[in-house]
């Protein structure tokens, strides 16, 4: 195999070259006298990426999956009732998990392609006058359909409401890409993982936890060893860990978030979009394909194709990937082999997303589609230069 | 600060050149149609760093804390009874997430420098006529202490007796390092951590699981989802993982399990038992120093060291790391102040030892020890030298 | 600046993730008494590259320029009469290095855009009865212009005279990447550098050399010490060199070798004579650009790409650098501001190339050339589509 | 083979981790529009190591050797007489190498383990009236002997005399390591190379040229082409190269460079004398060891050992490789099988070198010799104990 790998999953992202430089390190003693000196700063700036001032931030060494754990273990009890919806592979794992940690979760489901139900979750809050839901969950960013729900339409419904239930956010594949503001939104619990928009390996759960939330924490009795944050509390205070942190990630994570800060969160946020235009573009030129999200809630990170009938899109990801050394991601549940997802968050830049474009195009073609060759990359090419023109008058 | 950084804690250990650039890689799709022909292998392999033919080997991304957490939660149930004993930090902390995570621990303290009280097991057990006690847990080598308990014992106990209670071995800093058999010594289930014999930076848990144990875990109720071994089964079976794994680390694992089965795994303990000789030879030489642990249970891993009075051990870590960049481990709670730790576990040699040793040597000299100098390393000198030679003979 | 730099000048080269994990290396001893074995087999290796079996290697810590002064100063003495021709930047910089040197170079200029003058060659050597003219240079693959020359038809026209003079040949951008047949063609000096078919660093100067040419050698006055070829021969024939040689490079060099010929060197030129088609059908897309190479003599490792009337190449290949992370060659001396390159030798794969075109039009377009969006991308795409489709039915 | 290797040669160094951290990286255009903003304050700081302010410094990809032939070839013309003298195996080299370029070497023969014979060169320099001489050469530091000789007393001889020849210094294993004052000490020209005191890895020829020694460039007439002074020149005016550099090695260098300022050269100087004195002390301490340099010319970069009679060094050498991963330095030419060397120069610190030591005992033990297990290493900590002492006081 020749050349460089192509990697357009959601997750995991590609890592800037001055975080695999930091990474590539010899190990350290994670009580040296001076590693709190290192630690106490990174967690400090890492809520400016979570955007809030007043909560903090906790680095667990998991997968994202874990820092779900980490926020309903903490801040809920056996038999708790959350408000959960379900419109995809991971709002549906999400859901799942809750029952089996015996939360007893009232659940919408919301048909693939749209978001979370705002509505309904007022209709419901509304409903609930004795205050017996105590917490509920957003998937800002449903990786398996690539659909963005609108977060800070439900915290309104809970002010408008003056509903006291927390608000708890899968930021997984949104944090540090797209816009998210824990505080402005009165989010309480907010979880991320290293492997997204923080451009690292997996292997960091991140959890963006309010004052509402650590006040929880105090009370709730679900049994926790591993996630407990008052462990976590005592120990970062003093700039140190419970047990031995994942330091070659802290370390590169202490490069991605200097990348991040000094970029600005919503240039960031800026640049995913106009990233995220451009495969859309590309999407909308193929004949038969479709765009699985809906026009309004359609992701910046990623974004699902469904393939033209009798086009198998297992076989197109395995072409892509076996011929033209790219990797797509695959279609989930039951999307798996009618739709194929680009993942366009992390690091990247036109010509790497000329190049996820041109992959799926071969391996469309390779597949039977009866797509018009180039047909994809010209609409991208259309929209990065006209973006890049408006770039450049405004500079 | 000029030269290399000395790392000589009891983990994290010396990465090897190999692992490291085995590291230092892009990175790449988890769902990637090859990467389950990477994972199997690897799984299969780690069986045999284990000791298991029957067992299963899980990985996880977490520490050790983590896996300590997984033993527990899937094979045992709220209110079960579980037998552990206390003799040090780590296996004093191991009782402590017993308790949290709701099992009712009977717990023998022993004095520190110790190891597991195989008489009052024996005695405990033998009184449990009713098998109420679920678990048996054994801390293999207690790094606080450098104490290396005998597991075969008690497993001996348990027959004699034929008791049902399940065996479980925290041997984070033991596996990979120091004689273990799970299998041979009938062991259910064993926990070790990637940043200690496996020669990785930390950030994998990984946990050996008998059939004994996998067959408990069917019906176990305490609640747990990240770490549920039913999900690992269903999906390691085809070479993935049910969430993102940490790749960069699987890929450092498995030149480093290479590494291991090519030597030999008794190769590896032979290394490591010559190594650690030359470390309390040199400790035997310090006047007024000495080895917390019991002669007879002196761990090959780690040594923990007494200073003598009137020197305060917190400064001597403190001048090896800031006057010669040397990392040794500090002595933990009742020990602090009172004992620092040499590491002598994972990627190393004689003269990186004589480094340790001469690292301490000079801080403690700094510090107000009246040892003389080079005692420590002439000894350690003579032991390599005729272990050299009595090899050379063999060879 | 997101994502990864997208590089194709033509050299240095992408360099392969594996050879880059075997240069992130410490330093090492080069009179190490194993390092001679190291050494040797690839020295070896090295002649499968340049196809000769009596030859010798040299490796110099140099650039490809320095390698050419090892040509010549090694074989040649002042005053010698050489054979040379100028089409281009580099077989022009040749022609002043001979000069430079004391050599009497006949030159032959030729258009730029074509090769060897295999006819005036044939005219002047056919009128060089006296044997007068003791070496004949061709620059097999001209990097400025993009054109491959004749070597074999150059060796026949010597042949078919019976002249005995030196066949030298500047390989730099065509070794281990175009066909290049050492032995078969008579070559007696291949040069060739690290940073171009070698997939490695810029740093090593290569030489394969005829034993006609070491015979050579032996009576040749020019004046010469880092570059003596008697040195290097006493010294590699037992494994080691006459002076610190670039050891990190030699470990990656070992890597890219061994990567070269498990591919099979047929399979190495097939696969970039594939991946050349593609960037000028491209090219030949574009309304308005021309590749600046005759069609008989058009290169697989690099197109020059003359820009429409009223587009300036330097801004294009500014706008491509700083807007689009990409790096294209330029358009060198009478070309300049005419021309820019794509590089298409190394480590690549059809991914990356639609990169490179893709980078390439929006920088035309950005700069006022009158070409269709997407056009050169979907020529691209069909090509490598078609040529697939004819890889498939063959597998 | 476990744990780390250990690199005690007087050259390759100890790479830092910052520097090898900066050298894992894709390559990149040397002609790139900004690569010129990067090269350009290198060289300039460059100047600082060599203590220039109104000199150049050059960087050729090649070994010190090239830099050599570089001083050479710039500014002197064949049949030019220099004065040179031989007193170790690289001051003998540097002398065939004149003699090859057709230089008339006027040479005085020193017994190994001195420096440059100051009043031979007075006294010859004081016959020659009409100054025939153009350039005298002094090896500032022999790295076959470990003998740093007087560059400064030679230049006061010069000047005492009027004497208008060239200072040509060999600085390969001194500059940046121990005091060279290019400017104080009107040094015309100075070699270096990357693999000693700039702690890189081996491949660059560095060389600072005062604006004496570049208007003798201006009428010398050696032939030379790869190594041209004036091509560099006007290149590096604008930041550039006349041919592919190494742009590996350049960005690693820009690392180094950083840290040497960062420390400033004094402290670098002081530094290295502190971890040298400790070496010495250790070998003094060794029975029927003794050190080949006189006293009052002993080297701050590297120590040469007569090893007992009746032990063969080439066996300790090889003993330190093989049984304790540790390269040691090789006896040269006549002092082959009689001493070895310990190389102390680069990234180093107090408990690298114990390991040195370590390792040295070991390997002299193991081979016959009768010194004391241990003694070496009292030694030595006994000095870096006082040493350090020393300066914690002045702290």
Chains 1, 2, 3, 4 share one sequence.
């Not at 959960?84 to 709002?91: I, L």
């Not at 030129?285 to 990623?302: L, M």
């Not at 469904?306 to 892509?320: C, E, S």
Request: overall charge negative; some cysteine.
């Amino acid at each position: 195999m020749h050349g460089y790998a192509h990697l357009f999953v959601p997750g995991p992202t590609n890592v800037p070259e001055p975080v695999r430089q930091a990474m590539n390190l010899p190990m350290e003693d994670m009580r040296a006298p001076d590693f709190g000196a290192f630690v106490k700063p990174l967690l400090d700036d890492l809520r400016e990426v979570f955007r809030t001032r007043t909560g903090r931030v906790f680095v667990f060494p998991s997968s994202g999956t874990g820092a779900w754990e980490a926020a309903f273990t903490n801040t809920l009890s056996v038999g708790d009732k959350v408000l959960m919806s379900r419109f995809g592979q991971f709002s549906g794992l999400w859901v799942e998990m809750a029952e089996r940690l015996g939360l007893r979760a009232e659940v919408v489901d919301v048909e693939w392609g749209n978001g979370v139900p705002v509505a309904d979750y007022a209709r419901i809050l509304g409903a609930d006058r004795a205050h017996g839901i105590r917490a509920v969950c957003v998937t800002q960013n449903e990786t398996a359909t690539g659909v963005t729900s609108d977060v800070r339409a439900v915290r309104a419904v809970l002010d408008d409401l003056g509903h006291p239930a927390l608000l708890l956010v899968d930021g997984v594949s949104s944090i540090a890409s797209i816009p998210f503001e824990m505080e402005a939104w009165g989010v309480d619990l907010a979880v991320a993982g290293s492997q997204k928009g923080f451009m690292l390996p997996a292997g960091l759960g991140l959890l963006g936890v309010s004052e509402k939330a650590l006040e929880a924490a105090r009370t709730a009795t679900m049994r926790r060893a591993y996630f407990e944050f008052s462990d976590m509390i005592r120990l970062n205070d003093t700039g140190y860990f419970p047990y031995t942190p994942a330091t070659q990630l802290l370390r590169g994570l202490r490069v991605s978030v200097d990348m991040l800060l000094a970029e600005g969160m919503e240039n960031v946020w800026t640049r995913q979009n106009h990233l995220a235009e451009g495969v859309r573009a590309a999407v909308q030129a193929w004949n038969g394909c479709a765009i699985v999200a809906a026009p309004e809630v359609r992701s910046d990170t990623v974004t699902t194709i469904r393939v033209p009938d009798g086009v198998d899109a297992v076989a197109v990801i395995r072409t892509a990937y076996e011929r033209y050394r790219t990797s797509l991601g695959a279609g989930l549940a039951r999307l798996s082999g009618k739709a194929f997802r680009i993942g366009h968050l992390g690091s990247l830049n036109e010509v790497m997303l000329l190049g996820a474009i041109g992959a799926a195009e071969l391996a469309l073609l390779d597949n039977g589609a009866r797509i018009e060759a180039g047909s994809g990359l010209a609409a991208a090419i259309t929209h990065y230069r006209k973006a890049g023109t408006a770039q450049q008058k405004a500079a």
